[in-house]
């Protein structure tokens, strides 16, 4: 991290878990009882290694995990809105139960990732983590679901990172917190603001990213790309996507992608505040919070991720959000615009439902040009007749 880096990581420092000699640790971890990490779990030892996830320094025990889920705060006092934990079932829990390091894997057989340095075991109370993090018990929720589809036990301690887990696509736009920094420092970006998403960015998110480059120094489009839906569009069209949408209407010297590793966890409000603290450890001075943030079905209300950020107190997050209505072209504006912006209602507005988009681009129709670049709808289509 250099000095001119825009925003200080949440807590003061940028986290680095990889180990300083990781052929030793890994010597150590080949001895050590194995414990193979799910999808989710992999992704937050990704965020945690590279400290996105600063402070923290490895999954989270009892203590913070209900201060976490009581009160969205650390046992320190600092802010933060979803527990980091590491599920183990009965089974798992029965093996390595005794041991003071653990080896985690990606998969059976496979060379540890890490070491786990033990501090502790504890009951998840999947219902309290449940109802408080996605506010709801319902199993058709996928966040809920992926909760009770882990183990019933956690095993709290601090992370030594042999490796990260493997990818093998988007190699160029893997940036890390202290890489994204560089990034914005080399750019002399002051200020930066953050945009998540986990969908191709149609016209209406892109004025929106605009409307916040209008008053930052850069932009950092950050799409997830860690574990989705399985109808979520998939990774490699996404990032076609936002390649064609920045190679004809970005600005090369303001704007920039890269890949945020975590899992999606469908939990609206909180996630939105997790988001927004994990964008704060990647350099990002702003962060974009549009209406339903990380939300699913009917779970939460339209603007239930923007309202949350007001029960924080000024500073403590230290990013600043920037909350944005459902933007749309207007054709008597004559420009894209917002229910903020644009007087007119009804049919002057360009406003297309997800389930209308997904029909058109299946026949292989072209959205209107008011509503879908064509290179971006292109490249859906061309997606959607491979499948
Ligand atoms: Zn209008």
Same mark, same amino acid.
């Given at each position: 991290?250099?000095?001119?880096?825009?925003?200080?990581?949440?807590?003061?420092?940028?986290?680095?878990?990889?180990?300083?000699?990781?052929?030793?640790?890994?010597?150590?971890?080949?001895?050590?009882?194995?414990?193979?990490?799910?999808?989710?779990?992999?992704?937050?030892?990704?965020?945690?290694?590279?400290?996105? *996830?600063?402070?923290?320094?490895?999954?989270?025990?009892?203590?913070?995990?209900?201060?976490?889920?009581?009160?969205?705060?650390?046992?320190?006092?600092?802010?933060?809105?979803?527990?980091?934990? *590491?599920?183990?079932?009965?089974?798992?829990?029965?093996?390595?139960?005794?041991?003071?390091?653990?080896? *985690?894997?990606?998969?059976?057989?496979? =060379?540890? *990732?890490?070491?786990?340095?033990?501090?502790? @075991?504890?009951?998840?109370?999947?219902?309290?983590?449940?109802?408080?993090?996605?506010?709801?018990?319902?199993?058709? @929720?996928?966040?809920?679901?992926?909760?009770?589809?882990?183990?019933? @036990?956690?095993?709290?301690?601090?992370?030594?990172?042999?490796?990260?887990? &493997?990818?093998?696509? $988007?190699?160029?736009?893997?940036?890390?917190? %202290?890489?994204?920094?560089? %990034?914005?420092?080399?750019?002399?970006?002051?200020?930066?603001?953050?945009?998540?998403?986990?969908?191709?960015?149609?016209?209406? #998110?892109?004025?929106?990213?605009?409307?916040?480059?209008?008053?930052? =120094?850069?932009?950092?489009?950050?799409?997830?790309?860690?574990?989705? &839906?399985?109808? +979520?569009?998939?990774?490699?069209?996404?990032?076609?996507?936002?390649?064609?949408?920045?190679?004809?209407?970005?600005?090369?010297?303001?704007?920039?992608?890269?890949?945020?590793?975590?899992?999606?966890?469908?939990?609206?409000?909180?996630?939105?505040?997790? @988001?927004?603290?994990?964008?704060?450890?990647?350099?990002?001075?702003?962060?974009?919070?549009?209406?339903?943030?990380?939300?699913?079905?009917?779970?939460?209300?339209?603007? +239930? %991720?923007?309202?949350?950020?007001?029960?924080?107190?000024?500073?403590?997050?230290?990013?600043?959000?920037?909350? $944005?209505?459902?933007?749309?072209?207007?054709?008597?504006?004559?420009?894209?615009?917002?229910?903020?912006?644009?007087? #007119?209602?009804?049919?002057?507005?360009?406003?297309?439902?997800?389930?209308?988009?997904?029909?058109?681009?299946?026949?292989?129709?072209?959205?209107?040009?008011? $509503?879908?670049?064509?290179?971006?709808?292109?490249?859906?289509?061309?997606?959607?007749?491979?499948?």
């Amino acid at each position: 991290m250099t000095d001119s880096s825009p925003i200080a990581p949440h807590g003061g420092t940028l986290v680095d878990l990889f180990a300083a000699d990781p052929e030793a640790l890994a010597g150590e971890a080949a001895n050590l009882p194995k414990v193979v990490a799910n999808e989710r779990e992999l992704a937050d030892l990704e965020m945690l290694a590279t400290g996105a *996830l600063s402070p923290l320094t490895g999954f989270q025990g009892e203590a913070d995990y209900h201060a976490v889920l009581d009160a969205m705060h650390l046992q320190s006092g600092l802010a933060w809105a979803i527990p980091v934990a *590491l599920g183990l079932s009965e089974d798992q829990l029965h093996r390595v139960g005794g041991a003071a390091s653990i080896a *985690l894997c990606a998969e059976p057989g496979a =060379d540890p *990732l890490a070491v786990l340095r033990v501090t502790g @075991h504890f009951k998840r109370d999947k219902r309290k983590e449940a109802t408080a993090v996605y506010r709801t018990d319902a199993l058709e @929720h996928p966040g809920v679901k992926a909760l009770y589809d882990a183990g019933d @036990h956690c095993v709290a301690g601090t992370l030594e990172v042999i490796a990260l887990p &493997k990818h093998d696509d $988007f190699l160029n736009y893997r940036l890390k917190p %202290a890489e994204t920094r560089e %990034a914005f420092s080399q750019r002399a970006w002051k200020t930066v603001v953050g945009f998540q998403t986990r969908n191709p960015i149609h016209r209406a #998110h892109e004025y929106i990213q605009k409307c916040a480059l209008e008053i930052v =120094d850069g932009l950092l489009v950050h799409p997830l790309m860690g574990a989705t &839906k399985a109808d +979520d569009v998939p990774p490699d069209v996404r990032m076609r996507c936002y390649e064609a949408l920045f190679s004809g209407y970005y600005p090369h010297d303001r704007a920039m992608i890269s890949i945020f590793p975590a899992a999606m966890r469908y939990a609206g409000p909180r996630e939105a505040i997790w @988001h927004a603290i994990a964008r704060k450890n990647y350099g990002c001075t702003h962060f974009i919070v549009g209406r339903d943030h990380a939300g699913v079905g009917s779970y939460y209300g339209t603007y +239930d %991720a923007q309202k949350i950020f007001e029960e924080f107190e000024p500073g403590e997050l230290g990013i600043t959000p920037l909350m $944005f209505e459902h933007s749309f072209y207007c054709v008597r504006c004559e420009g894209m615009g917002s229910p903020k912006t644009c007087p #007119h209602e009804g049919d002057d507005r360009v406003i297309l439902s997800g389930t209308k988009v997904r029909d058109m681009l299946r026949n292989g129709e072209r959205p209107p040009l008011e $509503f879908s670049r064509p290179e971006v709808a292109d490249i859906l289509i061309a997606a959607m007749r491979e499948v």
